[in-house]
T-cell receptor
Framework: EAGVAQSPRYKIIEKRQSVAFWCNPI?????LYWYQQILGQGPKLLIQ????????DSQLPKDRFSAERLKGVDSTLKIQPAKLEDSAVYLC?????????????FGPGTRLTVL | GNSVTQMEGPVTLSEEAFLTINCTYT??????LFWYVQYPGEGLQLLLK?????DKGSNKGFEATYRKETTSFHLEKGSVQVSDSAVYFC?????????????FGTGTRLQVTL
């Protein structure tokens, strides 16, 4: 079974530029998550989708971050404009969405460096 | 709110030594508890989990027991190998409501030497 796919793996941009990340979850997984992992810290949830609807985006900086999950499969996360403090690894995870067996599987992440 | 506290690293051990990485949590209700591992250059992988009090999760020689009375989920392994060198994250999932986000600790780096 293929895992969670993410691209690009690495991205370097200058501050005030925009950037987008892509995630393809495990086939059939209804729930998709985006986490931000700053160096030396644990991952922090940015947004959770159930199919193509948002369940939790309470920690998403909505003035600059946006995410969508059209058709309930792939998802994109965008930052516009980027700030220095956005330098982090952006992790996508997916789960089946079934109560009681809802293990999250993570992709390899996209490492963003903002100069 | 929910939180997870892990012992700070790095933890440096010789091969075949006994490992303990402490993890305590604060949560409302009855969370599920997890240990994830992150090998160099790779994404997070689920190592083990426990969904209710007194459950013991185990995998690859690692184990952890869900202790509700001490709000702890310490990771142990009897004999570590060089290949266990990685960053270990303790996490909890609040099982109330529809949101199911994981709350992570800051991670503990383990380095095993020959």
């Amino acid at each position: 079974e293929a895992g969670v796919a993410q691209s690009p793996r690495y991205k370097i941009i200058e501050k005030r530029q925009s950037v987008a990340f892509w995630c393809n979850p495990i086939s059939g997984h209804a729930t998709l998550y985006w986490y931000q992992q700053i160096l030396g810290q644990g991952p922090k949830l940015l947004i959770q989708f159930q199919n193509n609807g948002v369940v939790d985006d309470s920690q998403l900086p909505k003035d600059r971050f946006s995410a969508e999950r059209l058709k309930g499969v792939d998802s994109t996360l965008k930052i516009q404009p980027a700030k220095l403090e956005d330098s982090a690894v952006y992790l996508c995870a997916s789960s089946s969405g079934l109560a009681g067996v809802d293990t999250q599987y993570f992709g390899p992440g996209t490492r963003l460096t903002v100069l | 709110g929910n939180s997870v506290t892990q012992m700070e690293g790095p933890v440096t051990l010789s091969e075949e030594a006994f490992l303990t990485i402490n993890c305590t949590y604060t949560a409302t209700g009855y969370p599920s508890l997890f240990w994830y591992v992150q090998y160099p250059g790779e994404g997070l992988q689920l190592l083990l989990k426990a969904t209710k009090a007194d459950d013991k999760g185990s995998n690859k020689g690692f184990e952890a027991t869900y202790r509700k009375e001490t709000t702890s989920f310490h990771l142990e392994k009897g004999s570590v190998q060089v290949s266990d060198s990685a960053v270990y994250f303790c996490a909890l999932r609040d099982n109330t409501g529809t949101a199911s986000k994981l709350t992570f600790g800051t991670g503990t780096r383990l380095q095993v030497t020959l």
